[in-house]
């Protein structure tokens, strides 16, 4: 992989929506950044508008979702708009916030995807060296593993256990993340889930604002409400995982290949890379 030009948007962009987890509405508003500003967050709904980095070293929780945090200050559910910045091959970018998560939108990257685009993506001076890993990395907890191979570009393999009587046992997904892969065959999967979990994680506080306007529902039947691909979960586990690596704030030049993982492991991952 080549070093890769830097690139922010030529006019601010906005969306709006509700939490997913907190079910609050939740205002953002997309600006353009200098070269090497890398991805900021800033929560315009608390005092002095506190900023957060896009980084792996701000990664303070990772059930059910990425939340950063600096100091006391938090913001959760960050891993779709990343996913679609990374998608598009946006590297500099201001986010102004209200609210502490950011909106489920369709429960997909798309919408932040078309936002994007609407407000044009435009080459800045400067590019970032890619990171590829020396050697093969891996982390794991229990059956759970994701594996960094070295390669020329970025690919990414999920490989999820289902055990499902309908859906199967196990759905796969791979995309070579080239030029409009992200956006035509991973950007419209959306945020899945199994009906019977929906109560108990809602007693935790999680998943107050899921619907079926925002997620994928699974029941003993199958899909309850339409999928937008057949293996829709696997594919929305590439977003994310391309979501929580932008966290390293460069290009990846690797094979990732998740078993049964999430955003826990994708974020140990992330750290094993930067300490080489």
Known sequence: MTPVRQ????????????????????????LPAPPGAGILFCRLDLPAAPEIRASVDAVVDTHRGVTLGRGGVRLRTVEHLLAALAGVGVTNLRVEIRGGELPALDGSAAPYCAMLERAGIEEQDGFLEPLRPAAPISVGEGAATVLALPADDLRLTYIVPLHHPVLGAVQVAHAALTEGVFEREIAPARTWGFAADVEKLRGQGLAVGASPDNALGLGPEGYLNPPRMA????????LDLL????????????????????????????RRILRG
């Open 7 to 30: 690139r922010t948007i030529r006019r601010p962009a906005s969306a709006a929506g509700i939490g997913i987890h907190s079910g609050e509405p939740v205002e953002i508003t997309c």
């Open 231 to 238: 293996d829709e979960p696997a594919r929305h586990k590439l």
């Open 243 to 270: 979501g929580d690596l932008a966290l390293l704030g460069r290009p990846l030049a690797a094979h990732v290949i998740a078993v049964g993982a999430g955003h826990t492991l994708h974020a140990a991952l992330a």
